[in-house]
């Protein structure tokens, strides 16, 4: 079982760019939830995604966007990039039956704004 | 808006003593409490969860403590080594699944 998987590990861009980062579930699991990690700081919840619909939604711009597949993997959107999205991006993955249980994360992807 | 508030302050303690990290929560009442273990650029790990209806787990050297009194949880770690040097997280689970996290305390553990 390769558990969470999120690609890619690092990514540069410039303010005002537009970035893509993916993230495959665990074995099993069907709930995809986003979080956002600035240095220093304890991850904070972007929104969770089940049977292809956005669920629930922190408190993030509309500039943040994802999308989930049929195969549960699922997508995190960045548009209009500013330097404070600069963080750790973490994915987590659980099966929806058992969302208070643990939940899985991966390893999450760096991005850098400049 | 619901808090939670961990030590800002990093706990440095020696081998084989017990560490204690601390997590206070205002404006909610979690059904479940969870701490995960981070290491640098790497995702949170999960290690222990408490219900409401609990008052400590246990899981080998961690102990786990939930006060919905005091609005606490208290993390144990007994015998101390130094590969638990780590960020240690605390998260309340909100309706729904959406973990609402604490800012982490980094313990280190010196030989």
């Known amino acids: 079982d390769a558990g969470v998987t999120q690609s890619p590990t690092h990514l540069i861009k410039t303010r005002g760019q537009q970035v893509t980062l993916r993230c495959s579930p665990k074995s099993g699991h069907d709930t995809v939830s986003w979080y956002q990690q600035a240095l220093g700081q304890g991850p904070q919840f972007i929104f969770q995604?089940?049977?292809?619909?956005?669920?629930q939604r922190g408190n993030f711009p509309d500039r943040f966007s994802g999308h989930q597949f049929p195969n549960y993997s699922s997508e995190l959107n960045v548009n209009a990039l500013l330097l404070g999205d600069s963080a750790l991006y973490l994915c987590?993955?659980?099966?929806?039956?058992?969302?208070?249980?643990?939940?899985?994360f991966g390893p999450g992807t760096r991005l850098l704004v400049l | 808006s619901q808090k939670i508030e961990q030590n800002s302050e990093a706990l440095n303690i020696q081998e084989g003593k017990t560490a204690t990290l601390t997590c206070n929560y205002t404006n909610y009442s979690p059904a479940y409490l969870q701490w995960y273990r981070q290491d640098p650029g790497r995702g949170p790990v999960f290690l222990l969860l408490?219900?409401?209806?609990?008052k400590e787990k246990r899981k080998e050297r961690l102990k786990v403590t939930f006060d919905t009194t005091l609005k606490q949880s208290l993390f144990h770690i007994t015998a101390s080594q130094p590969a638990d040097s780590a960020t240690y997280l605390c998260a309340l689970y909100h309706q729904g699944g959406k973990l609402i996290f604490g800012q982490g305390t980094e313990l280190s553990v010196k030989p």
């Open positions: 408490i219900r409401e209806n609990e």
């Open positions: 995604y089940y049977e292809e619909e956005e669920r």
């Open positions: 987590a993955s659980s099966p929806d039956l058992a969302l208070q249980e643990t939940q899985y």
